[in-house]
């Protein structure tokens, strides 16, 4: 896997990944940035989020559960000095479908947890504290 991020003056930079895709990262503007676009450890943290909610998605479909949505919302805290690394991640997942089995959701999420996703494994590995929750949201006819 390769990556490019090229500095595009002040706080600015452009990030492509090694399949062609930009994205824009900024700085706050007390750090010298416009605001423009996403922080770093923002971008960590929606990877994260990408990453796990892809698994669960996955794990569902091959379970053959109705699963019609899935959000991963994300909760980060951070060391207060400086290198100022996550310390805790929280992962809420909000599952909706009809007649979604909730030993199916429950699993899905432990399976991402602790067996699939190498972003979460990865971070929990480096001494962040990683939780999941989730919540079933049954869709009407």
Not at 38 to 48: D, N
Not at 108 to 124: Q, R
């Amino acid at each position: 896997m390769k990556a490019r991020v090229q500095w595009a003056g002040e706080a600015l930079f452009l990030g492509e990944s090694g399949s062609g895709h930009a994205v824009v990262m900024d700085g706050p503007p007390e750090n010298g940035g416009r605001n423009l676009g996403v922080r770093p450890m923002e971008m960590l943290l929606i990877g994260l989020g990408g990453c796990s909610n892809f698994d669960v998605v996955s794990i569902l479909k091959k379970s053959r559960q109705p699963v019609e949505s899935c959000e991963a919302f994300l909760d980060a805290e951070r060391a207060s000095e400086d290198p100022k690394v996550f310390t805790k991640i929280h992962l809420h997942f909000v599952v909706k479908g009809r007649g979604l089995k909730e030993a199916q959701v429950k699993r899905a999420v432990e399976l991402s947890a602790e067996k699939y996703c190498s972003a979460s494994i990865m971070l929990g590995r480096a001494g962040v504290e990683i939780t999941h929750d989730y919540e079933i949201v049954e869709l009407g006819a």
